[in-house]
């Protein structure tokens, strides 16, 4: 450590006064992984902030654990530069970068206690027992785990196993905390409880956390920022509603958002109010104003029209409107979700939930047009933003 730069804070001061000691954010530049002839992550820039939540998410193999990993330093990057604070870190075996990761199967010893698995790694280190005790409590009182300190693994849940893990990464006092699918083998009710138990973590201990989910509901819900990967690049970095509310591209309009949005394929023609979009099966949409210069510019274009399904409005309302023959209805209490085809797309619609349409029936849908979006169908990009 260069001489009069500060160490890591203790977890002393981090968690007994949640003083937001400042930790240290993540910069990788030009940071590639190849494997023999296959490049799996091409040149990647990211920066993440010190006490940032960013999240990568994407489908699988799109690159997200690769570059968690090689932030680790469990897998050497094949060229570019990694830094953690201050401290480049490209080459440094993973004891030396300060990160603690928690991986998604929990990795817990099934002989040791819960208090002997979050403590392991500072016996190994040859830690004081009287430290070891006092970083073992204050961790399990932030986790909620002092009444299952005596019991071992097969006695816990699932969540209970996560957070011993997480306590674990805790007492380690890293830089950094590196997140690797903690949630996935949890059930539904618990990877809510569990979300909400991170992010609050996060706030109290103020540190920075590099998290990797292929859910992009629990990426949207957990995140200051998201990062969405596909194919080893970078599609999109920001807050949630941004990537809700104005996605680059139909990669991330379509990942983003449960369920998806719709896409109907056009293009943009001179109509007698300005331009329209028209498709197949008698589909005719005004642009509002905000597309009127990019369509006028590429009148004729070949593009894709977006509209989430919460973006339908009430069946009835007056105003443009698209024939949905509806497959199926799916009702989920505050709402219904009608399910079928809009021409030869697969077309959802949110509707109130005593909507009285049945499957088999073709309704007409008017939408909100201010809240849709236009992709150039060659290149994906969004177009009036």
Not at 91 to 118: K, W
Request: glycine content about 10%; overall charge neutral.
């Amino acid at each position: 450590m260069a001489a009069g730069l500060p160490g890591p804070p203790r977890l002393s001061s981090t968690i007994k006064h949640w003083s937001g000691v400042p930790m240290a954010g993540v910069t990788l530049e030009g940071v590639t992984k190849t494997y023999g002839a296959v490049t799996v992550i091409p040149p990647l820039d990211l920066e993440i902030r010190d006490r940032e939540f960013v999240v990568l998410v994407g489908p699988s193999g799109c690159g997200k654990t690769t570059t968690l990993r090689m932030i680790a330093g469990l897998e050497s990057a094949s060229g570019g530069r990694i830094a953690i604070g201050e401290r480049e870190v490209t080459d440094l075996r993973p004891g030396l970068r300060n990160c603690s990761m928690v991986f998604q199967n929990y990795a817990l010893y099934p002989h040791m206690t819960v208090a002997e698995n979050i403590s392991y790694g500072m016996r190994v280190r040859g830690t004081g027992q009287t430290e070891i005790a006092a970083a073992v409590a204050r961790a399990a009182r932030v986790l909620n785990l002092e009444p299952y300190l005596a019991r071992r693994p097969k006695q816990l849940s699932g969540g209970q196993r996560q957070r011993v893990a997480i306590g674990r990464a805790i007492v380690r006092e890293p830089d950094v905390f590196l997140f690797d699918e903690p949630l996935s083998n949890l059930d539904a009710k618990l990877r809510i409880e569990m979300r909400t138990e991170i992010k609050a973590l996060h706030r109290r201990l103020a540190t920075t956390i590099v998290y990797v989910t292929h859910d992009q509901v629990e990426a949207m819900t957990m995140a200051d920022r998201v990062v969405v990967m596909n194919g080893g690049r970078i599609e999109q970095a920001a807050d949630p509603i941004t990537l809700y509310e104005k996605p680059d591209n139909l990669f991330v309009a379509a990942f983003i958002g449960a369920p998806s949005m719709n896409f109907l394929e056009g293009r943009v023609e001179r109509g007698e109010g300005g331009p329209t979009f028209r498709a197949d099966g008698g589909v005719e949409l005004p642009l509002p104003p905000r597309f009127h210069a990019a369509a006028l510019a590429g009148q004729g274009q070949a593009v894709v029209l977006g509209i989430r399904p919460e973006h339908a409005l009430p069946v009835g309302a007056a105003g443009p409107a698209v024939r949905l023959a509806v497959r199926d209805v799916e009702p989920l209490g505050p709402h219904t979700l009608l399910i079928g085809q809009v021409g030869a797309a697969p077309f959802t619609a949110e509707a109130s939930a005593h909507t009285p349409v049945a499957p088999d029936e073709t309704v007409s849908i008017p939408l909100d047009l201010d809240r849709m979006h236009l992709f150039d169908k060659a290149s994906g990009k969004a177009i009036g933003r």
